[in-house]
């Protein structure tokens, strides 16, 4: 839980809320829930059942200025409490996501938001606790800058001496280019605890070509962590995109406090991934798109090599209703990386009502544990339920694969929105 910070905010910004009149002009108020309730039944490898009845309310609060430029407040959260739990203890659970307050100049010269909020800014992808600013008074270049305490950074002995601080410094010309430097510093009791530097880049070329792009360098490792480029080709009623990946775990994650828990171990293993391959796809008329996909993969210095040969195809009706099926080989060095898989899906929109599908299929070609394929069923129906601004949803998921014998999960969700 981390709402007592949150609720410290919560007041913060509603005192700046109040403020709001005297700011002048029409403000706009908007309300989104979303109550959702969902089982889940799971037979293990060790033939226990386990089964959990969760039920999650997500709010969404908006206020102010919100079509305009001018103060505006934010706030989104959640919470959880389980119904039934034989699976995990904890029957309660909540986090307060985002709330700030924002200022966007009338001139959209500069824009200043303050309270908890996410950045994603170059190499800074991260819920803080404080003040972001961007502006771009001066022709061409655009630089934002932020500060605060980190969210996710483990509380490993108090917060005194917690910060977060980071800037992106972009220039560039609108249809043409834009060349990014970006930079990333958290402190975890007056220590560093992570440090990253990086770039990105936007070229484009003549011929509509495009090359997208970014590299990220830790600080304190000394290694690159992450090279990521893509390159757009169209031509006529196709486009071709070839890719480069590359990653080293041990400076493309933290393995300190402000580290992501599941895949710290990851951060001292020395592994590295480097992905190659390429996209193309054809557009024969607007509603069909048929592509295929190749990629290399090499896992150094575990798991070895594997190629990932893929066909796929899309059919759409109108903007919301499609169909589409995938079918593709996995060729590895190890056993579980050589299969067949396919995938068929539909979502059919019918005004007031939709009904969704998914399948998806892998056949190994040789068992694990016993078990030589893996399942994943899906259907779900929904729909505007008396009034436009209301909706219910319904889902239910089958899944049976080498690592579970069966799993059954249902989904309902009451959705109410006001005011968007």
């Known amino acids: 839980m981390r709402l007592s910070r949150g609720v410290f ?35 293990d490898r060790n033939g226990i059942s386990r089964s959990l009845l969760p039920a999650y309310e997500f709010f969404r609060f908006d206020y102010g200025k919100l079509r305009t430029p001018g103060l505006s407040l934010h706030a989104y959260g959640w919470g959880r409490v389980n119904l039934e739990d034989n699976y995990y203890n904890h029957t309660t659970a909540g986090e307060l996501l985002y709330a700030y307050l924002e200022y966007l100049d009338p001139a959209r010269d500069y824009q200043l938001r303050l309270g908890r909020q996410y950045i994603f800014e170059g190499v800074t992808k991260e819920s803080i606790d404080g003040v972001y600013g961007k502006t771009d008074l001066i022709p061409s270049v655009t630089v934002s800058a932020y500060s605060g305490f980190p969210v996710n950074l483990d509380d490993t002995n108090g917060r005194s001496g917690d910060l977060i601080a980071g800037c992106r410094v972009a220039q560039g010309i609108p249809g043409y280019y834009d060349i990014a430097v970006s930079y990333k510093n958290v402190r975890n009791d007056g220590k560093a605890d992570e440090e990253l530097l990086g770039t990105d880049v936007t070229l484009m070329l003549p011929g509509n070509i495009t090359v997208l792009g970014h590299s990220t360098r830790n600080l304190l490792t000394g290694g690159w962590g992450e090279h990521s480029y893509e390159l757009r080709v169209p031509f006529r009623s196709f486009e071709v995109r070839p890719f480069y990946q590359h990653y080293e775990y041990d400076s493309f994650l933290n393995k300190n406090a402000g580290g992501s828990s599941p895949f710290r171990f990851l951060a001292t293993s020395g592994d590295e991934m480097t992905v190659v391959g390429s996209e193309a796809f054809w557009y024969p008329v607007e509603s069909i798109e048929v592509g295929a996909r190749y990629k290399h993969y090499e896992y150094d210095p575990r798991f070895g090599r594997s190629n990932m040969y893929t066909v796929l195809a899309t059919v759409r009706r109108q903007i919301f209703s499609e169909v589409g099926a995938e079918f593709g080989r996995v060729e590895g060095d190890l056993s579980e990386n050589r299969y067949y898989y396919g995938r068929a899906y539909i979502y059919a929109d019918f005004r007031r009502l939709f009904v969704t599908g998914d399948v998806v299929y892998a056949r190994y070609d040789e068992a694990i544990y016993r078990k030589d394929g893996a399942l994943f069923a899906s259907v779900g129906l929904g729909g505007k339920v008396l009034d436009p601004s209301f909706k219910l949803k319904f889902s239910v998921d089958y899944s049976d694969d080498p690592y579970f014998d069966k799993d059954y999960r249902g989904t309902l969700v009451a959705s109410y929105s006001f005011g968007n």
Do not use: Q
């Open 9 to 43: 905010h919560i007041c913060t910004l509603a005192a700046g809320l109040l403020s709001l009149p005297a700011v002048g002009g029409a403000v706009d108020l908007g309300i989104t829930s979303d109550t959702i309730v969902r089982h889940l039944e799971r037979d």
